[in-house]
């Protein structure tokens, strides 16, 4: 059910099958029919807010984002599956929930990523020191980076079943990934003796044009495999949906 506090006489048949990420067509008053994916419910506003899939009028356009449904102009819903739709719309795991354990796992992967890394750096010991937190940190970064969600990229679950079968392949790429970042690191320091004092000074910041350039390189290579993983993601499930 997607409204639990609403009271049962105000609440519309049609409803009991309604719930967040249902894809289904909304017969409207004036002979409007909308499909569309439902995202939430306004509460205060008692409106369906939903991804337009398809219209048949000009206003919502399809693919019209975040639309407002009044309940009260609802006249039906028909309930569609989603292997049905058009992609995005058709992929298995768009509407599955998110998960507390899945929260914990990507905010503790940020944080050591970022604020962990700053100690990592700074008491690793052994014959090649910076190589050995680079990979940690590298490696932290890149999963976060690649399964997380933002404002214009979708998320990635681990047990989605168009995501699994590619861990493997996912899993090697990160493994020359780390090769060529291992082999970057060591030819820098290799190369850094030779290099001129200005790349040794110093700024406001305390960073050097050397330390500089070196992370932008490292930078480069991550977001490099990170933007190939999320498109190999992005082709499976698209694949997969069809």
């Given amino acids: 059910m997607l409204i639990a506090n609403m009271r049962q006489e105000e609440f519309p048949d049609w409803m009991d099958e309604t719930g967040i990420g249902q894809i289904g067509v909304f017969h409207l008053e004036r002979s409007r029919r909308i499909t569309a994916e439902i995202t939430a419910y306004d509460e205060d506003r008692d409106e369906l807010i939903v991804n337009v899939i398809a219209s048949n009028r000009v206003h919502p356009s399809d693919g019209e984002q975040n639309y407002a ?20 719309y058709s992929d298995p795991c ?12 990507l905010t503790t ?10 100690p990592l750096f700074l008491t690793m ?4 020191p910076l190589q050995q937190a680079s990979v940690i ?8 980076l690649t399964f997380s969600a933002s404002r214009e990229n979708p998320r990635y679950l ?7 079968p590619q861990l493997p392949r996912l899993l090697l790429r990160h493994f020359a990934f ?23 000074v110093r700024d406001a910041k305390g960073r050097t044009p050397f330390e500089f350039a070196l992370l ?22 698209r694949e997969f949906s069809h």
């Fill in 178 to 200: 780390l090769l060529a970042l291992m082999v970057v690191e060591t030819a820098a320091s290799a190369v850094h003796p030779r290099l001129t004092d200005w790349w040794n």
């Fill in 125 to 128: 010991q052994g014959p090649w």
């Fill in 216 to 237: 932008l390189v490292c930078m480069a290579l991550g977001f490099t495999q990170v933007y190939t993983n999320r498109s190999l993601l992005k082709h499976a499930h």
């Fill in 137 to 144: 940190t590298y490696t932290l970064a890149v999963t976060w």
């Fill in 69 to 88: 449904i009044p309940v009260d102009h609802v006249l039906s819903f028909v309930p569609q599956s989603r292997d049905m739709q058009s992609w995005p």
């Fill in 158 to 164: 681990l047990t989605c079943p168009a995501v699994r």
């Fill in 94 to 105: 768009r509407s599955a929930p998110s998960s507390l354990g899945r929260f914990l796992l």
């Fill in 109 to 118: 992967l940020f944080l050591s990523a970022t604020i962990g890394s700053i």
